[in-house]
């Protein structure tokens, strides 16, 4: 496999909404370019980044893929990322190493919720993007009504720099605005164009939108914008100087048409990567920081300085093990030697480094800075690690992962699976670090959580495809808790009298409320030694027992404080056990004059939606018992903020995909715990009630 300097690599991430066309755009890419024999399609599960058994399956990309293609001796390192909420994270990780996105956008919706945001990340990490409006061959497609939309949602800095031959079923080709020429395509997928002169009809439109493109490319900067004023026009060679400064420094967005699926607009598209995008040493400085003393530290991005690189993202795979994705930032990693991980100080030892091409993958001895390559079975290292010469450190920060909005409980099918449950979820969440699992401690539970439910879903699918392993979901327990209102005194008294030794032990308790939040207190208020000071241990573990067992619904009792001010004992009889018994009695004593309620799990939610959306989802939200907290425009999108129990979330994923025909997305967090209303605590009660005598619980548990 070839090695290339850094001066002939462009990195480059396919980014947009869901079912834009991006996989496709990514095979018609590779199979212009020569990387592939055949043109792949999405629909028969032959694309190169979408290999995946579940991938093929539902049609769509769940997690990043790395293919690479060589266009006029350029290597083009291309980046497939999935566009659907539940897996957009992924897109970010990945573009955490690209130096450009390319943003596709339907040409039937335009500008959707998903395009937004990875709009946004792209804004985040200073990319310059091209955007490529795609499926111009669908029915009701409009290049012109996509490119309005662009600019609504991007600014007027989105330009054209083509516009198509025909529409729809028609839609035949495109006219290049550069060089003024028609690129006319035939209907049988190979690629090839004839060039020729613009159709009499599209004349007029085209020079008006040249003229468009060449103000754009006037207001670059003020040698050119001099030019343009002078003689009301821009020299060929002027206008693609000004048009490769400008999209290399974000102030120009140029926008291409396309049918992937057709394969018209790649071979144009191919040349404008080369021409346009940056290169890797054009983006440096590269900014981390000494691991040391966490003062600023940075590289050039040349081949010629320390090694570093940073790992983006994991595979993991059932018969190779763990694939590590890097990208080199400087110098050179080669093949068979030894990398020191900054992040765990641990030194890892190399294998071969491989190039991918989706799933297939080929040996390399050297990979230098700015390429991306990928090393298998790496033993301590992890997404978001830093390799770098241990003589010159450096950390690349990490990418900030959402956190998951929904959960579900998580049961293994067999006691086989119940084994390997938790080792298959860890290698999962090594590939997809926006999934998380825990036991919960409270109802011994094991919460699997992600973005959504069509994302948790997925990963199951995967646990059981790749790894053998299966398990049911079940909508999980609320965490609720109990809590009091008002100070109550009890005595706790045990005593129990048998042959020999009896038993003895005598408390005075008063519970008193505390702030939300403050958990548990003991107090120790004993004087003259009513109790001696031994037992009084025992008393608080009694009370501790009894507590997380719940007083009205089994619920662990939170925010109040113990005082024990008196009791008494006996020099033969008392012991700890005895103690700790009396602690208990007192404390259940006490709980029935100190006000007891239950407390429920309220949490931050953030929906975006388009505003049309609007008005059914507010009110949804009170039918939830949601308290709205604002409104405010997230691009072309709105986004609620609200409170809402957590009760009344665990089946909102699906709630919102009816609503906004699965245009909506949203994330939730927890805020805080408050009392649940008198009616809602009946049927919490009634449910512990039935459950402890054998019964079905009512759904509201």
């Not at 068979?336 to 799933?359: C, F, P, T, Y």
């Amino acid at each position: 496999m070839k090695v290339y300097e850094i001066s002939d690599i462009r990195n480059l991430a396919l980014i947009g909404h869901g079912s834009s066309g991006k996989t496709s755009l990514a095979s018609a890419l590779l199979f212009c370019a020569g990387a592939v024999s055949r043109l792949g399609k999405v629909d028969q599960g032959t694309t190169v980044t979408d290999f995946d058994e579940e991938e093929i399956a539902r049609k769509v990309s769940i997690s990043s893929a790395l293919c690479h293609a060589e266009w006029k001796k350029i290597k083009l390192n291309i980046i497939d990322t999935p566009g659907y909420g539940a897996f957009i994270a992924d897109a970010k990780a990945t573009l955490r190493v690209a130096d450009a996105g390319i943003v596709v956008v339907d040409g039937v919706a335009g500008v959707e919720v998903e395009t937004e945001e990875t709009w946004g990340f792209a804004d985040g990490f200073d990319l310059p993007r091209m955007v490529v409006v795609n499926k111009l061959d669908r029915e009701n497609a409009s290049f012109e009504r996509a490119l309005e939309s662009i600019g609504e949602a991007f600014g007027r800095q989105a330009v054209a720099v083509q516009i198509p031959i025909g529409a729809e079923k028609g839609f035949g080709g495109i006219v290049d605005l550069v060089t003024m020429k028609a690129l006319q395509y035939p209907k049988d997928e190979s690629g090839k164009y004839q060039t020729a002169d613009i159709p009499a009809e599209l004349q007029a439109t085209a020079k008006a939108a040249r003229d468009k493109l060449m103000e754009m490319v006037a207001e670059v900067d003020d040698a050119l914008m001099e030019k343009f004023f002078a003689s009301g026009d821009l020299s060929q060679e002027d206008l693609l100087l000004g048009l490769t400064r400008g999209v290399k420094a974000r102030r120009i967005y140029p926008v291409f048409g396309a049918s992937a699926l057709q394969n018209i607009g790649a071979h144009p598209l191919l040349d404008a990567l080369v021409a346009f995008l940056p290169n890797p040493g054009e983006r440096g400085p590269y900014k981390g920081e000494d691991p040391k003393t966490h003062a600023p530290a940075e590289r050039r991005g040349t081949a010629d300085e320390p090694y570093s690189a940073f790992v983006f993202k994991t595979i993991a795979d059932p018969y190779s093990g763990k694939i590590s994705l890097f990208r080199v930032y400087s110098g050179t990693i080669r093949s068979d030697s030894s990398v020191h991980n900054v992040n765990r100080d641990a030194q890892e030892r190399l294998g071969s480094i491989v190039i991918l091409q989706g799933k297939e993958s080929q040996p390399v001895a050297e990979v230098r800075a700015g390429d991306l390559a990928a090393i298998p079975k790496l033993k301590e290292t992890g997404t978001g690690d830093t390799l770098a010469d241990k003589a010159a450190p450096i950390i690349y920060p990490k990418v900030d992962f959402p956190e998951p909005s929904i959960s579900f409980a998580l049961e293994p099918k067999s006691r086989g699976d119940e084994e390997k449950i938790s080792a298959v979820l860890q290698r999962l969440i090594e590939e997809d670090p926006t999934i998380h699992f825990r036991r919960d401690p409270q109802t011994h539970e094991l919460i699997l959580s992600g973005t959504s439910d069509l994302h948790v879903e997925a990963a199951l699918a995967k646990m059981k495809k790749k790894f053998g392993v299966e398990a049911i979901l079940h909508t999980p327990k609320v965490p609720y808790l109990e809590t009091i209102k008002r100070k109550a005194e009890a005595q706790g008294k045990h005593k129990k009298q048998t042959g020999g030794h009896g038993q003895f032990g005598d408390c005075w308790i008063r519970l008193e409320p505390l702030p939300r939040g403050a958990g548990f207190e003991f107090k120790d208020d004993i004087f003259g030694g009513s109790i001696p000071k031994n037992f009084i241990p025992s008393v608080e573990k009694g009370i501790q027992e009894a507590r997380s067992h719940g007083f009205l619904a089994g619920f662990p009792v939170v925010d109040f404080r113990v005082v024990l001010f008196d009791g008494s004992y006996h020099t033969v009889d008392s012991s700890d056990i005895a103690f700790k018994i009396a602690g208990s009695l007192g404390f259940k004593k006490a709980m029935e004059e100190a006000g007891a309620t239950i407390l429920e799990p309220i949490m931050d939610v953030e929906i975006q939606a388009p505003e049309q959306y609007m008005g059914d989802l507010m009110g949804d939200l009170n039918s939830r018992r949601g308290r709205v907290q604002g409104m405010n425009a997230e691009g072309s999108a709105q986004a609620i903020k609200a409170q809402v129990p957590l009760s009344e979330m665990l089946t909102y994923s699906s709630t919102l995909k009816s609503i906004t025909g699965g245009r909506g997305s949203f994330r939730m967090t927890m805020s805080h715990y408050e009392e649940v209303p008198a009616h809602q605590q009946a049927k919490i009660i009634a449910a512990h009630k039935a459950a402890k005598e054998g019964k079905e619980a009512p759904a509201s548990h």
